[in-house]
């Protein structure tokens, strides 16, 4: 069988058509190392993928032509028989009353075939939230200045904003992914590409806030120029607040009281292998200083035996350290959360989920069956980026979650659920279909690998309701046909973008066009502030560094001319960004995102994609400290803007 008979085999797309409208045929070396890297998957003979049982609705699986009757099956949690059953038919009924959760399938034919596969039994929709309609200030909180942080913004500063949000109305603040990066690697800051997805970043951590440590004077006098910085300087921030960290902890082992001790060990209970795992693996990337590949043989591989040595050996107050941290980051997140519960907010935190993570970083060496290191995810070639991406990141495959049970994927939602009153899955096209290319080939030459999408809907419904969390799928560009009807029909929310919700004419879409289970705004991080944008800030800043714009200034000027268009037809005479506001107040979208950079009239945005380094992407701080925000905002004009959504 040749490579692109065993890639079809395997349910992977080599010939495309790209958003450019071209057929793309996926390079043959390219193809191999792809092959070579993805668990081989084959589809059983039996019935050939994972089953769904929604609640509520009727559940029923149709078998292989190659079937053989009867054939018998068996639902499994563990080794315990939940029911058993033979289907003497070309389909098996599934009982009823299943209860929700995940189990191994095992069937057999009355010619000895047989299968084992995951079902899961989920609830009819994800958590639909308990409001009608609502809006969040979306913050980059590492940007976040104040009097009394270091540099960048903090945990203690998301008490602040969510204060900020409640004064303003809202119900919520929405941020970047809060995910674990690489404690060595200061400037290698992207939100996007994280070490683990299952833990927190520590940075963002209020170091002040540990009961044990006390501020010592060298450390005090080290913070005023991080303070005055117009961009994040991780480094420093880094070298001051991981030093702090550790005298904090130090103090702890000797300083902390029992309730904080047992609060403590239930944090490592709750985390279990995990937060062990996590920790055994910090340690060791710092010890061996490489690739986790590159590694001794003997620690290549997760061991929950090699991990125990590494815990009770000399090793384990390095190991103790990195819990506590997590524990720290954790309880301090928690309480921000707990102060909008108790501010009555309706929606609370609001959480970014990246789309994979460094295949170097402790997931992809946890996860070694269910994510492909040397594999990036990205998209193929489209308008907007002619040559297509490849974001550098491991994201997870068919057949490794599937042989798990989709716990990895489970992990990771509920680590993201868990003090989140909505996420955002970013790239949520990725449940359905991934676009994969090897490191050392050109995003031209990746292939489509197909995911299990209902399943993976299911799973997410399931985790969404027992955390009671909403779900938006970021779903922009080009979809394919039905994708956002399925992600509907399992409750997963929209993620709707004014500035790209226009016609063929280039007008702007009208307020009714904007269905209710989305989240709507203006913009998002990867594109022009308001501000920037009617100043034409965005256009002249990426001709500087050499990057087509995609747009002319004739372009921009009829896209303004249209923005007001459809403002005028709204009686909305002005153009402001309260304006703006008042518009996507009045769309029918239930969760409206409000960008705490167009609140505050900031031109540069965040972050420019395409860029490295010739542009300062998440390291910009906001102009206003927090504690001048409130006067630096129209708060009487904003919130006449946002009234109809507003709590008060």
Known sequence: MDLFAQAKAQGIQTEFIDGQGHRRVTDAAALKVILEALPPQAAGPLVGQPVVVRSGRPGRTELRAKAKLPVRWQVLSETTVIVAGEASGRAIDWPQDLPLGVYRLRLTDAAGSSEDLPLVSA?????????????????????????????????????????????????????????????????????????????????????????????????????????????????????????????????????????????????????????????????????????????????????????????????????????????????????????????????????????????????????????????????????????????????????????????????????????????????????????????????????????????????????????????????????????RDQMADWGIWSYLVMMFERDDRGAFRNIDYYWPNALVTFNTHDLSTYAGWRSFGDLKVKRSLGIDPGESDEARWHALHMLDEVLRHNGIDRNDFPSIARFLTRTGSRMLAISLEDLLGVVDQPNIPGTVHEHPNWRRRLPVAIEDMASAVDVAAFKTATRERSRT
């Not at 913004?153 to 998301?158: C, K, M, R």
């Not at 789309?355 to 069956?369: C, I, K, L, R």
Request: charged share 20%.
């Open 123 to 483: 609830p009819e929709k994800a958590f639909a939230g308990d409001f009608d309609r609502c809006w969040l200030l979306a913050v980059q909180l590492y940007g976040v200045r104040s009097a009394r942080n270091w540099g960048m913004g903090d945990f203690t500063d998301l008490v602040g904003l969510i204060e900020l949000a409640h004064q303003l109305g809202g119900d919520g603040v929405g941020l970047n992914p809060l995910h674990a990066l690489f404690d060595d690697r200061p400037g290698d800051c992207s939100p996007y590409s994280p070490n683990s997805r299952l833990f927190l970043n520590p940075l963002y951590v209020d170091v002040e806030n540990i009961p044990e440590y006390r501020l010592d004077a060298e450390t005090r006098e080290a913070l005023a120029p991080l303070r005055a910085g117009d961009v994040v300087d991780y480094v420093a921030v880094a070298a001051l607040k991981w030093r702090a960290l550790r005298a904090a902890f130090t103090a702890f082992k000797t300083k902390a009281t029992d309730a904080r001790r047992q609060d403590f060990e239930g944090f490592r209970a709750d985390y279990s292998h995990l937060l062990s795992r996590f920790a055994c693996f910090e340690v060791l990337r710092h010890k061996f200083g490489k690739p986790w590949w590159e590694w001794p043989e003997a620690w290549r591989q997760p061991d929950d035996a090699k991990c125990a040595t590494l815990h009770a050996g000399a090793d384990a107050d390095e190991i103790g350290f990195v819990e506590f941290v997590q524990w720290t980051a954790d309880r301090q997140l928690g309480a921000a959360a707990e102060r909008a519960r108790h501010l009555g907010m309706r929606v609370g935190l609001y959480l970014d989920v990246a789309v994979g993570v460094q295949s170097d970083g402790f997931d992809a060496w946890n996860e070694q069956v269910a994510i492909s290191r040397h594999l990036g995810v990205g998209a193929p070639p489209d308008p907007l980026n002619t040559a297509g991406q490849s974001w550098g990141l491991a994201g997870f495959n068919a057949a490794g979650l599937e042989q798990q049970s989709f716990a990895p994927f489970r992990d990771m939602l509920r680590a993201s659920m868990r003090h989140a009153g909505a996420i955002r899955l970013d790239h949520v096209l990725g449940l359905k279909r991934l676009y994969l290319v090897p490191h050392g080939f050109s995003a031209a030459d990746g292939v489509y690998v197909q995911m299990p999408f209902e399943a993976l809907l299911a799973i997410t419904a399931q985790e969404s309701v027992a955390q009671s969390c909403v779900v938006i799928g970021e779903d922009l560009g080009t979809v394919p046909e039905g994708f």
